[in-house]
């Protein structure tokens, strides 16, 4: 990731960008706190009231909408949606009174082009994968396959959807033209 020069990128005078690794042409808004140690990459918009904390990594042109938490151990790849309020974990066992170190933490991955809804929850230690799409309000407790539409709480598979966000037909085929198939419970290949 290269370094942008604190003139590259755009920190609201109400916001507080502490990190030293925040790509170009991206902004932080009112509000927002971004430790430092945090990498954020290209073309990121933090909004309002945002939190993204020290050990956290955001790729490329990554949606962080208003009050959403990036704590510690999660790494959002390029292209990501984070819903207003949404929120990760990183501790499946926290006590105020335990402190843990990094090394105790679980990590979480989103990766690249999906989508996390509003008032989502992802409980730490999985995986979300490209192009899945996490409906508003859902609790993700387990892994994410690629494409997958999850929703409620916990969240279950509830269809599949394309790369431009639109649910995929009984038939795999988007109204945008791809048409998808199923390997080993997964989707594959779009044409």
Known sequence: MTQAAPTDFFVHPMGLCESTEVGPRTRVWAFAHVLDGARIGSDCNIGDHAFVENGARLGNNVTVKNGVLVWDGVTVEDDVFLGPAMVFTND??????????????????????????????????????????????????????????????????????????????????????????????????AG
């Open 92 to 189: 499946l066992v926290p006590r105020a009174f335990i402190k843990k170190g990094t090394d105790q933490l679980l990590p979480t991955t989103v990766r690249r082009g999906a989508t996390i809804g509003a008032n989502a929850t992802v409980v730490c230690g999985v995986t979300i994968g490209e192009f899945a799409f996490v409906a508003a309000g859902a609790v993700v407790t387990k892994d994410v396959p690629p494409h997958a539409l999850m929703a409620g709480c916990p969240a279950t598979r509830r269809g599949w959807v394309c790369e431009c966000g639109l649910r995929l037909t009984h038939e795999l085929t988007c109204s945008c033209g791809k048409a998808f198939s199923l390997a080993d419970g997964e989707i594959v290949g």
